[in-house]
């Protein structure tokens, strides 16, 4: 399977994007709206992979949205040649209306609806991350149970999109529970709070300082 196992219904978003690429020139003939129809459709796509990275690696993400992002650019570019049926002013208007009003209409209905369940959702996100706390507490302790070579091979299976999600949780662990920071300036979090860097070893000493020396085996070079 070339998709990440929780984006397996990427390939309908292929398949509809492929569709709709093919239905541009039975759709009308002028090449003006094709080109900004074709536009429209690559934007989406390049969204929509921005946003879920569905690919199984991350190489095939990268050669993927590099490709559609040099193929949006030649069909932007290509509105600058010559054309013989320009659009006229009504449909340029009505185009351009529909892009400011469009954007307006989805904001002000993600307001309203905030605004309309606020009370609820204040309720249901404090059971969310009640619920949260307790599925961390349990998953913590059940990996606290395994050794460390256990651990070692379930990470040498795991998917490079697994890898990235789990790496970036362990940030974020690291830096809410000890106040710890990763090397990488690139990573740091912008916090109010003093913080200090997870050089090699300061996890170690975390674990001798609170009695678990059993525990606190040396990184990897």
Same mark, same amino acid.
């Given at each position: ?39 429209? @459709? ?41 054309? /013989? /049926? ?12 529909? &892009? ?22 204040? =309720?249901?996100?404090?059971? @969310? ?37 789990? /790496?970036?949780?362990? /940030? =974020?662990?690291?830096?809410? @529970? ?19 860097? &997870? =050089? ?22």
């Amino acid at each position: 399977m070339k998709f990440d196992m929780t984006t397996w219904w990427f390939i309908l978003i292929q398949l509809l994007y492929g569709l709709c690429l093919n239905m541009l020139p039975v759709l009308t003939e002028n090449n003006r709206l094709q080109i900004m129809n074709a536009t429209i @459709v690559n934007f989406g796509y390049i969204l929509v992979v921005s946003h879920v990275h569905p690919w199984k690696f991350r190489l095939n993400h990268y050669v993927d949205l590099f490709l559609k992002l040099g193929l949006t650019a030649f069909v932007l570019l290509s509105m600058n040649l010559k054309q /013989d /049926d320009p659009l006229d002013k009504n449909t340029i208007g009505w185009l351009m209306l529909s &892009a400011a009003i469009l954007p307006l209409g989805i904001v002000s209905g993600v307001i309203l609806h905030f605004i309309w369940r606020r009370d609820i959702s204040v =309720v249901a996100a404090h059971q @969310v991350r009640a619920n949260f706390a307790q599925r961390l507490h349990d998953i913590l302790k059940v990996v606290g149970a395994q050794s460390t070579f256990d651990l070692r091979a379930m990470c040498m299976d795991i998917q490079d999109n697994d890898l990235v999600r789990l /790496d970036i949780a362990l /940030d =974020v662990l690291q830096f809410c @529970v000890l106040g710890l920071q990763p090397p990488e300036r690139f990573k740091w979090r912008c916090s109010e709070v003093p913080f200090e860097l &997870a =050089v090699k070893g300061r996890l170690e000493g975390e674990l001798l300082a609170c009695g678990n020396a059993e525990h606190a085996e040396p990184e990897c070079c």
